[in-house]
């Protein structure tokens, strides 16, 4: 084997070894995507949390306004059963048509009333859902 000078070794190391300059070029490429997709976990955790949030409001309130309107039913029904018991107990038929119209005319008010409750409570959860939704920036 022969010996190379002294020199030719200084000029080996001066030139950049292309293996290298790969190696470090994949390594940072790497470094980069590591970075990309832990950044995007923690967005898509982040964003995540917020719907699970939503949902949770929605529900939430979906239950509220199911039970509000069993108890409406709940009075409605009450409602029908007083006036039947009133109708049987009336006198003549003057008695009977006044009964009626007054059984109507409460009946289309606590109704009116009632729905225009359920569409503000109904309204009231989709803000609630809709603002939990909104993923706060951290």
């Known amino acids: 084997m022969a010996k190379q000078p002294?020199?030719?070794?200084?000029?080996?190391?001066?030139?950049?070894?292309?293996a290298q300059n790969i190696r470090q070029t994949a390594e940072a490429t790497l470094?980069?995507?590591?970075?990309?997709?832990?950044?995007?976990?923690?967005?898509?955790?982040?964003?995540?949390g917020a719907m699970e949030s939503?949902?949770?409001?929605?529900?939430?309130?979906?239950?509220?306004?199911?039970?509000?309107a069993i108890g409406?039913?709940?009075?409605?029904?009450?409602?029908?059963?007083?006036?039947?018991?009133?109708l049987v107990r009336a006198k003549d038929p003057q008695e009977m048509v006044r009964l009626q119209?007054?059984?109507?005319?409460?009946?289309?008010?606590?109704?009116?009333?009632?729905?225009?409750?359920?569409?503000?409570d109904a309204s009231q959860t989709a803000q609630t859902a809709t603002a939990a939704a909104r993923p706060q920036k951290t």
Request: no cysteine; aromatic share 8%.
């Open 31 to 48: 470094a980069q995507a590591k970075q990309a997709v832990d950044q995007y976990m923690r967005e898509a955790v982040r964003l995540y």
């Open 54 to 68: 939503s949902v949770d409001a929605a529900q939430s309130g979906a239950r509220d306004i199911n039970r509000k």
């Open 72 to 86: 409406f039913a709940e009075k409605n029904v009450s409602a029908a059963f007083d006036f039947a018991h009133e």
């Open 101 to 120: 119209q007054e059984f109507l005319k409460r009946q289309v008010e606590q109704m009116s009333g009632q729905m225009k409750e359920l569409g503000q």
């Open 6 to 18: 002294s020199g030719a070794s200084a000029d080996a190391s001066a030139k950049p070894d292309p």
